[in-house]
């Protein structure tokens, strides 16, 4: 192996840790960032609640009535997803609190944020007056 | 050999189903809601077995049978892939006979005393008739506070309020249990668990003093038999068939899950809708089993409606004495006096003043009723191996009209009393089924199953449910409202100008109650779709802005590279 090749493996490796580095520091970046972690929060929540309904709604509709007292995986899996939705709820409140005490984006993004914490509050009222919440 | 797996579809009949499955689980049999699919004659493919007519209604056999081959040839086929029936007079068995078949992958026939249905919540009143064996015995006595019963036993009632639960609570479901819809329904025979360890960990909360409102309870019922086989000293399975189905020659009955192989008799298969047909479905084994895991044969429902009707006694063989009969088919707990009342595990049926006594019963797929008509001597039992949207009680009400078992309806005499319009507006709301479940996923029945009441002009009153069925009710007496055209009747309890409870006559198994506003359909419906939607157009507005955005990036490092190459 010549010194020419042993030089670009160095750099090819150097490359590799720079990337990798570079990964693991952005992911570091915004697992530490507040408004990051806020915008996921509102994301999930809204996800996991469309998420809910349709997986609720499929498992019903394809495995009929008598999986709500067999409660196969699917029905389990979907029966979980409130609790999520309540924690995200929660994530997404606190993050609208803290965009707004410390300004960031901008208005109409603030705005959207509050919106989705009040959708979130007010689709767990209805989770838990319909039982979803129960422990 | 597995069965091919049930689906549904999102018609509204099928919605219609679900909504009476449910509840009808709860209640294991209420008023279907929806209505039937067409009709189409059928052929009847199976053996009858007549007797002499007796006296009373049915004093031409042969014509009763035509009656009911016609009734049944409307449904067989279209509502139900196979029934069966039982019709008593006095102490004869007077129609017994399969309709159908029993399993349309192997095209079996029903026979009635060969085919064993599931009869669902039926099977109670052989529990009910145990406790009252005991009672005979002195064993039992229906106002004990039960946990007297249960020394040796991890089941005990928590003493929530002050008065305790008895044996009378239980039978008339008046103890308080939150009901939780589900009676145990495993789908693999080895969940099954034993009644003790059942009772222990599936046990409801007492959230009313007992005695005070009618709430069906599986759990109750559950409890009950257990109770009679802690009396005994053995398992509630063997009490039954040594006191009430060996004597009365039920050889074909038993409570046991699955349905034992050396057992005489095939059982029939459970069946879902396809289409215009039906799919032989897989069953289901229900974990509560004094409260609804019988399985018989029409024949074997004759004999025990026999036993009811003849004083506790089929020829030579008593299970119960005369008066124990008549105490369990006396009243024991008054909803209103308007309305259906509670008789010892049975109900009331149709009009208040026709003394018809039933019980209702169902498990996932399929669905019974049973009839006693005390003063005539008839009784009519009627079971499918489905669960459609019109039930088996829809044959019982054509035979009990056509026999004239009890009045005719007749058009309601508005009252004379000033203020109906004022009643009528201070009985308008929302109202909710003590039986349905107040917590838990389950509860979404409980919103699906709402009354809404609207005050109609003159006095009337307008009901509708969330699938469409409205009726018009006339107030006979202050605040007692009559169905036009009906047996029904709508009976308020009203304290100082607030509704307390709503009675329907066609719904012994629960009261109404008012619903807040924040629990009501429109609010739910509204918040829940408010909130799905705000979400969904969230999701589209980030995807369409980042899409947007990646376009931009691209765009400018397309420009920039052409910048570049020039």
């Known amino acids: ?135 | 050999m597995p069965r091919p797996r049930l689906s549904t579809t999102d018609d509204s009949t099928d919605s219609a189903t679900r909504r009476s499955f449910l509840a009808g689980l709860g209640s294991l049999g209420t008023v279907a809601i929806g209505t039937a699919v067409g009709r189409t004659s059928a052929a009847t493919d199976s053996q009858s077995t007549d007797s002499q007519p007796g006296e009373g209604p049915f004093t031409n056999a042969d014509e009763l049978e035509a009656f009911v081959d016609d009734v049944m040839a409307e449904r067989i086929g279209t509502t139900t892939p196979g029934a069966t029936v039982a019709i008593v007079n006095g102490d004869a068995p007077i129609l017994t006979k399969g309709y159908g078949t029993a399993d349309v992958d192997a095209d079996v026939p029903v026979r009635a005393d060969e085919t064993v249905f599931r009869v669902g919540s039926v099977g109670k009143l052989v529990t009910y008739t145990a406790v009252m064996q005991g009672v005979e015995q002195g064993v039992l006595d229906l106002d004990t506070d039960v946990n007297t019963y249960l020394d040796d036993s991890r089941v005990t009632v928590p003493d929530t309020y002050d008065d305790p639960v008895t044996l009378r609570h239980l039978g008339t479901h008046t103890a308080g249990f939150e009901s939780t819809l589900d009676p145990g329904i495993v789908a693999d025979p080895d969940a099954l668990d034993s009644l003790e360890a059942l009772l222990t960990a599936q046990q409801p909360s007492r959230i009313r003093p007992p005695g005070e409102l009618v709430g069906y309870s599986n759990y109750g019922a559950a409890l009950t038999g257990y109770i009679v086989a802690e009396a005994h000293d053995t398992t509630f399975e063997e009490y039954v068939q040594a006191e009430i189905f060996d004597p009365l020659g039920m050889t074909h009955s038993t409570f046991a899950q699955p349905v034992p192989a050396d057992q005489p008799g095939d059982l029939a298969a459970p069946h879902v809708r396809d289409g215009n047909s039906f799919l032989a479905a897989d069953d289901v084994y229900l974990n509560m089993r004094p409260a609804g895991s019988l399985s018989a044969t029409a024949t074997d429902m004759a004999a025990f409606m026999r036993a009811h009707l003849g004083d506790g006694a089929v020829g030579e063989t008593r299970i119960l004495d005369a008066e124990t009969v008549e105490t369990m088919h006396s009243r024991h707990h008054v909803r209103h006096p308007a309305v259906t009342n509670w008789r010892y595990g049975f109900h009331e049926y149709g009009h208040p003043d026709a003394n018809l006594i039933g019980h209702s019963g169902a498990t996932v797929n399929f669905t019974s009723y049973l009839l006693l008509a005390p003063d005539s001597d008839i009784g009519i039992f009627v079971a499918y191996n489905s669960n459609p949207s019109e039930l088996p009680k829809a044959i019982v009400d054509e035979i009990v009209a056509e026999y004239e078992l009890q009045p005719a309806p007749t058009t309601p005499t508005p009252t004379s009393r000033p203020g109906g319009q004022e009643r009528a507006e201070t009985v308008a709301g929302e109202y909710s089924l003590t039986h349905l479940p107040q917590s838990g996923p389950l509860q979404v029945v409980d919103l699906l199953e709402h009354l809404t009441v609207e005050p109609a002009a003159n006095g009337r009153l307008r009901t509708t449910t969330l699938d469409g069925d409205a009726q018009q009710w006339v107030e006979g007496d202050p605040y007692v409202y009559e169905e036009i055209g009906g047996h029904g009747v709508l009976a308020f309890e009203v304290t100082d100008g607030d509704v307390d409870v709503l009675n329907m006559n066609r719904e012994p198994t629960g009261v109404y109650q008012p619903v807040p506003f924040h629990e009501r359909q429109l609010v739910t419906g509204g918040v829940l779709g408010t909130a799905v939607s705000g979400f969904g157009l969230s999701l589209a507005g980030w995807g369409g802005h980042s899409a947007w955005q990646q376009w931009k990036q691209y765009r400018a490092t397309d420009d920039s590279d052409m910048e570049d190459s020039e």
């Open chain 1, 1 to 135: 192996m010549t010194d020419q090749h042993i030089s670009q493996q160095r750099t090819e490796q150097q490359h590799e840790y720079d990337d990798r580095s570079g990964f693991i520091h952005g992911v570091k970046h915004r697992l530490t960032s507040a408004p990051w972690l806020a915008r996921a929060a509102s994301v999930g929540l809204s996800s996991i609640s469309i998420g809910f309904v349709v997986l609720f709604m499929f498992v019903l509709e394809t495995g009929g009535d008598v999986t709500l007292f067999t409660q196969p995986l699917p029905m389990q899996l979907a029966l979980a997803l409130p609790h999520l939705i309540a924690v995200l709820t929660l994530v997404t409140t606190a993050g609208d609190l803290l965009a707004w005490w410390y300004r960031y984006w901008s208005l109409p993004a603030r705005i959207h944020q509050t919106a989705l914490a009040l959708l979130g509050l007010a689709f767990c009222w209805q989770l838990s007056t319909l039982g979803f919440l129960a422990v």
